[in-house]
């Protein structure tokens, strides 16, 4: 496909364009010179490249160029710190027919087709962080070299809802084996989109060879000259067509099915290019590729992916009403008190991220030294990883200490309780901590649906709490839910949005009303589907009528994580606040008495069954609802919690209630959180009598 740099600037005018340069350089042991092509867009490494229309039509250039000149091999290699990050899907949110699809796709796949088609050697030299588009462009060229120290190697696609779509789908399998590359294109997407590590892209056959950051680029090319001269030889797998090849495809659609329900258009799209790879005929896949991408690109579907992508990466970054940066106060010592599983936990992260003291308190000795024990354990596993130098595990583990006295958070400038869920224990604990510290310091909680305005409220100083609510497990899970009180001052929460952004959290600003936005939606949510079950609705259908949304667990599944006792105060606590949209059902106060904590029980052969213990003690109504009526109340409730939240300016507005839910919920990206499938199912139309985002935003433009 041919078209001109105005064609391509006329698809997407706001591109930042990457712009491809060829030079010409000498190589010990070679009698012509090599044609090295650098692709760079001029930014520093915060903002990596990425390939729009123009960047396309720039680098198709710079290989012709290349080729021209009949030099020994083609190498192509990124700015410092940035191979090239994949498609600019700016470019993609834009396109408003289909045939815009397919222009983008066919583009990328004749630009990239002269790396794999050209009768002179082509190498990528992957010299840094290398996604989607930037892989497949690697992948097109007949020999990698990968940087030791780039630092994300990963196809994502299927993750945002798409699909590997310049030839990933169809070059991977055929290089490494259908297996590994299942492991790429679909296991690690949709396992929160897991990078590879360099070492692990050398043992998987998509880097060649590894050369440590220092000299990369001198390594490289000595290579370069030792393969062209034949002196190296590459070897290659041998790809196994067959039973290797099913058994890979069969792999790919549990994962698929079990991580999207069928939800994800783009996974399915990925799946049926995996069985077509097995032709290895790159000319039938790269058009089945676009075709699909083209398919895509008109799909609500990507169109909220792409809006959860940009969430994600940019209204997480710039959270809405935080006061200015300027305000926060310098954190150089932390207090946690309580020395519990999530204190701990929060206390590991503190030393990780911060690099300051920590002191846990708790109310005997024994608790305290768990605590403090559990830390130096944590820290141990990382060392013996390898993730950590025995040097930097020996000063995290200096860095915690545990008390009984709580006068060891006088010269702490942050403190944190994560105490019992009771109002009275947190004000005592307040009580206590105020006492020993200064004025100015930090006072926050992690409560997950009390009030922090009434925690407040008997403190000398109650403008300096703030709500701090990690998720758990509080390493992975992204989400900070940051809550001012009526009386939490600038400085408190510039200090704590600060702290957040060194803990590598995303932080949402969050009104302080009763569980938040998480845990109140999940609660609201999960009610109705619980009511289901307590008019008559068997818990096989209730627990299934959610799968068509491809949430990460179904409902019955989330109880037992979140556990049954957490679930049923905190429904305790919103049926306090709102009685007449929270209910609390008896049956989980009995299945909370007996001692129950789960639904299912496994049998040796994996098969699911209710336990009949909670069968027998739960009292079934009369009136069952179809697995399609409990999706559609537990959604319609949904559609109205969150018209109330946005009406009673629980958050700045929708995109950070589908913040939460992304990052807070692991809710899928397909669905862009939540309000652009409420928008796109009608739902909110039909409960709220209003969308909750333009039309055009998150949905493809009418």
């Not at 990596?48 to 229309?53: A, I, L, V």
């Not at 397919?102 to 009768?119: A, E, M, Q």
């Not at 992916?305 to 200015?324: C, E, H, I, M, T």
Request: net charge negative; hydrophobic share 45%.
């Amino acid at each position: 496909m041919t078209i001109t740099a105005e064609e391509a600037k006329a698809i997407f005018p706001d591109e930042v364009v990457t712009v491809a340069k060829t030079r010409l350089i000498s190589v010990p042991g070679l009698d012509k010179p090599v044609a090295f092509i650098t692709i760079d867009n001029g930014l520093d490494h915060t903002r990596p490249s990425t390939f729009g229309p123009q960047s396309l039509v720039s680098l198709g250039a710079a290989f012709d160029e290349a080729y021209a000149a009949g030099p020994a091999a083609i190498a192509v290699t990124g700015k410092p710190f940035i191979f090239a990050v994949g498609a600019d899907l700016s470019a993609v949110e834009q396109a408003t027919d289909r045939s815009q699809g397919v222009t983008i796709g066919k583009l990328g796949h004749d630009v990239f087709k002269k790396f794999t088609d050209s009768d002179i050697p082509t190498f990528a030299f992957v010299n840094g962080a290398v996604m989607g588009g930037g892989l497949e462009l690697a992948l097109s060229c007949h020999y990698r070299t990968l940087a030791s120290n780039a630092a994300a190697i990963a196809l994502p696609e299927v993750f945002l809802g798409l699909f590997p779509g310049w030839g990933g789908t169809q070059l991977l399998p055929n290089l490494i084996g259908a297996n590994d590359a299942v492991t790429v294109i679909f296991e690690n997407a949709l396992n929160q989109n897991k990078m590879l590590k360099p070492k692990e892209a050398l043992a998987l056959g998509i880097a060649d060879v590894l050369f440590d950051s220092a000299d990369y680029l001198e390594q490289s090319l000595l290579w370069l000259s030792g393969v062209v001269r034949g002196e190296i030889t590459v070897p290659r797998k041998e790809i196994d067509r067959g039973e290797a090849w099913d058994a890979a495809v069969a792999r790919a659609k549990a994962i698929v099915d079990g991580k999207t329900k069928g939800a994800a258009p783009g996974a399915q799209k990925a799946l049926a290019l995996l069985e077509l790879a097995r032709e290895n005929d790159l000319d039938k896949g790269y058009a089945a590729e676009t075709e699909g991408l083209a398919d895509l690109v008109m799909s609500d579907e990507l169109r909220a992916g792409l809006y959860s992508f940009n969430l994600v990466q940019k209204r997480a970054k710039r959270p809405a009403g935080a006061p200015d940066k300027s305000l926060a106060r310098k954190v150089t010592k932390v207090g946690v008190v309580g020395a519990g599983l999530m204190a701990s936990q929060m206390a590991l992260l503190f030393i990780r991220r911060l690099h300051v003291p920590v002191v846990l308190t708790d109310i005997d000795q024994a608790r305290v030294d768990k605590g403090v024990g559990y830390v130096h354990s944590e820290i141990d596993k990382l060392a013996g990883k390898k993730r950590i130098s025995p040097d930097e595990a020996n000063r995290l583990k200096a860095l915690v200490s545990g008390s009984l006295d709580k006068a060891a958070f006088a010269d702490a400038d942050f403190v944190i309780e994560a105490v019992f869920e009771d109002l009275g224990v947190k004000q005592q604990v307040f009580a206590e901590v105020e006492e020993h510290v200064s004025a100015e310091a930090i006072l926050a909680t992690n409560t997950s649906s009390l009030s922090i305005t009434d925690m407040a409220s008997k403190l000398k100083h109650p403008e300096r709490v703030v709500g701090f609510h990690f998720f758990n497990p509080v390493a992975v899970m992204p989400l900070l839910e940051i809550v001012r009180a009526e009386q939490t001052d600038d400085a408190t929460l510039a200090t704590a949005f600060a702290v957040g952004k060194q803990l590598k959290k995303s932080s949402v600003l969050v009104k302080d009303a009763p569980a938040f936005v998480v845990n109140r939606l999940l609660t609201r949510f999960m009610g109705e589907v619980i009511k289901s079950v307590d008019e008559g609705t068997s818990f096989e259908v209730a627990d299934k009528a959610t799968e068509p949304l491809g949430l990460p667990m179904s409902p019955m599944i989330l109880l037992q994580l979140v556990g049954s006792a957490v679930a049923l105060h905190v429904s305790e606590t919103m049926h306090g606040a709102f009685p007449d949209r929270f209910s609390v059902s008896e049956n989980m106060k009995k299945f909370v008495a007996a001692g129950k904590g789960a639904v299912w029980q496994w049998d040796a052969s994996g098969n699911q069954t209710v336990d009949p213990e909670v069968q027998a003690l739960w009292e079934f109504g009369s009136s069952p609802l179809t697995g399609e009526e409990v999706k559609t109340r537990a959604l319609e409730a949904l559609a109205e919690e969150i018209r109330i939240m946005l009406d009673e300016g629980v958050v700045a507005e929708a995109q950070d209630i589908d913040l939460c839910m992304l990052l807070g919920a692991g809710w899928p990206f397909w669905l862009g959180g939540i309000t652009p499938y409420l928008d796109r199912t009608g739902i909110s139309e039909k409960v709220t009598g209003k969308r909750f985002l333009a039309p055009g935003v998150a949905s493809v433009p009418a």
